[in-house]
């Protein structure tokens, strides 16, 4: 059974405030979604595996723990995920980066596969898909699913805010991966939008509102 963390950071929650403001504008908002992005990789890559190492410092020898395996691989889902990627980068600038697009097919509303671009060896990788906002859950349940596809089989999933119903049907679907959520909003509205919620955060993010 995989996990969910649901963040507790003073910067987080902090950055999230000015994330909803209605005022924020569109570099502010790009830089700190990258930023929360940053903050919450270090949980996300808390237990990347690692193996032992003799290091000679200036004054002695001694034996460290560096990371082992190949480089894990980020996958934003197009087009909002790409707000958290360069966030992640930060602090792991040796990740693989692919691409999922997921577009609602308005007959079905189920997400459908427009584009997806993979690194070689996906079996041997930890991936970790990122978008800001865990709505329906349906894409995300998606994008897990196509990277189950390639034999990955380390999955974790990081949105900056959730709601309760897409936070419930990813685990749902999904039971064996960790989620990470920034904050866990109230509920959806009738337009599948989260309460309080930041808005359209793809639109924010590129400045199309």
């Given at each position: 059974m995989g996990k969910t963390v649901i963040m507790d950071h003073a910067l987080i929650c902090h950055k999230i405030a000015v994330l909803r403001d209605e005022r924020t504008?569109?570099?502010d908002f790009r830089v700190i979604a990258g930023e929360i992005a940053t903050l919450m990789s270090y949980e996300v890559f808390r237990d990347l595996p690692t193996v032992p190492v003799k290091i000679k410092t200036p004054v002695a020898e001694t034996e460290e723990r560096m990371l082992s395996g190949r480089k894990p691989v980020i996958v934003p889902i197009l087009r909002a995920g790409l707000g958290m990627t360069n966030g992640v980068l930060e602090i792991m600038p040796s990740a693989k980066v692919g691409h999922i697009g997921l577009k609602r097919n308005e007959a079905t509303h189920e997400p459908e596969e427009y584009y997806c671009n993979l690194p070689a060896h996906m079996?041997?990788?930890i991936a970790v898909i990122t978008d800001p906002m865990l709505a329906t859950g349906g894409s995300a349940v998606a994008a897990v699913r196509?990277?189950?596809?390639?034999?990955?089989t380390d999955i974790r999933f990081?949105?900056?805010?959730a709601a309760p119903e897409g936070l419930e049907t990813l685990r749902s679907a999904h039971p064996d991966i960790d989620i990470y959520v920034g904050c866990l909003d109230k509920h959806l509205n009738e337009n599948a939008y989260i309460v309080p919620g930041l808005g359209d955060a793809g639109d924010r993010i590129f400045g199309t509102d």
């Open positions: 504008g569109t570099r079996d041997e990788r196509m990277l189950k596809d390639t034999g990955c990081m949105c900056i805010i």
